[in-house]
């Protein structure tokens, strides 16, 4: 997983998963491009144990 934020804004320009089920996980990325108003947005909400999308809680909150 990798993330590309712009350092003055703290969006996310973009992100490449390649990963097992990331076709899921993307469309919730895209929801945080679209109307997060920065990078910690996806990291904000609970993600469910033990699913893919838990690791947006480690790329997120680790920029």
């Not at 934020?5 to 320009?13: E, L, S, V, W």
């Not at 990291?43 to 469910?48: E, Q, R």
Request: aromatic content about 4%; hydrophobic content about 40%.
């Amino acid at each position: 997983m990798k993330a590309v934020i712009d350092k003055q804004t703290q969006k996310i320009i973009g992100c490449t998963l390649l990963a097992p089920k990331s076709s899921k996980v993307i469309n919730t990325v895209a929801i945080a491009m679209k109307a997060g108003p920065d990078n910690t947005f996806p990291s904000n909400f609970t993600l469910t144990h033990p699913i893919m999308s838990e690791s947006l809680n480690d790329l997120f909150s680790a920029s």
